[in-house]
């Protein structure tokens, strides 16, 4: 293991579930590795995420320094944390961020509360007490009504920072057979469902030489929609070509005729798959090509990996996508927010400096959908209408 820094956790205060748990503070370490050697190990982690991923965050990210946090348990990786430290306009002080972490490795342990508070700790120990840094923490979505990794950062002292405008996720049930499955769909999706299985579409799995394929769909959509695109699709390319097939998107398309007529980019690893892209032509629609596309990724996940759930991601307020996912999403997946971003900085001009940081942010981003708004009113309400079928997310 290639080793930069290997540190020991500082003494957790008294009651911490670390402690509770009996876990011993001084046998839980830190490591902080390279990259490519980073990708490989969380490749196996129950918690692992696009976001996550050094290859992804390196491409999105390019000016933010990436530091790839392992947490050892003597000796025993049980978890890490990919922590983007980013400097503030004139130098006027560093902020560290990660989103939907720190990762457990396996979920199951009968220590993992204890293992993520834990981790917190390091993390605190390292980025606001080490540092001087604001820590900026943000869970993923929880399966359960509560987001106990939110709950945990407050009651440790994480204040409550910025949150998404559209917060909801849509996380589909993969563990069910094919009766279960459609039963659990609302009864308007189901029958789009059974309209799609009727006009004569075939479905298939792709491998990445034939991305180019999703990119001519991708491109067609864009100019036919006539959208800011602001995802990250710009990472893509690096995701393809990442030489972790665990972490690689798998790619699935929809034909109708001989022609495609729609595709979508899946993020296949650990106990959370995740729709990242979908493209479509302008035949997909009247087919019904994203029901019949969605019921067959539904399937092959479940076939083909551990993954116990399917996150749709959100709608970004169009109400045509909400009906979409909430129709698959049915009586066995459940819609849980995002959290907010929990900070934390043990020094008041770090806290300071970071929150107005997150603010001039916030307000960017706000104007930014504004003018989009104001450019392509008409764009909008199409999407709004169509975004169930073709939506990119």
Partial sequence: MSLIADRLVETEPAGHPAERAGLAVDRLQTRIIDGAEWDRTIAGFDEVCQEQMYAFAVTRWPSVKQEPMLF???GEIVGGALVMVQSLPLGLARIAVSKWAPMLKDVSRPDAEAIHAGMVEAMMAEYANGRGQMLSVLPRASINPVNREYERLRARGFRRGSELGFPNRYIVNLRLTDEAQRKSFQQTWRRQLNKSEKAGLSFEHAGPDRIADFETLYAAMTDRKQFSDHSAYETVPALMQIDVPEL???????????????????????DRAVYLYGATNDKALPLRAGYFMHWHVIRW?????????????GTDGFQGLHQFKKGMVGEAGVIRPVPPVANYASRPLALL?????????DALYALRRAVDGWRNPRTRATQTRHAGEEAAE
């Fill in 72 to 74: 050892l348990l003597d």
């Fill in 248 to 270: 690689r998107p798998e790619l699935f398309f929809v034909r109708h005729a001989g022609e495609l007529v729609a595709g979508a980019l899946i993020f296949k690893a650990g």
């Fill in 301 to 313: 996940l479940r076939d083909n990996t551990t993954a116990t759930w399917y996150d749709l991601g």
């Fill in 353 to 361: 400096l970071g929150t107005g940081a997150f603010a001039a942010r």
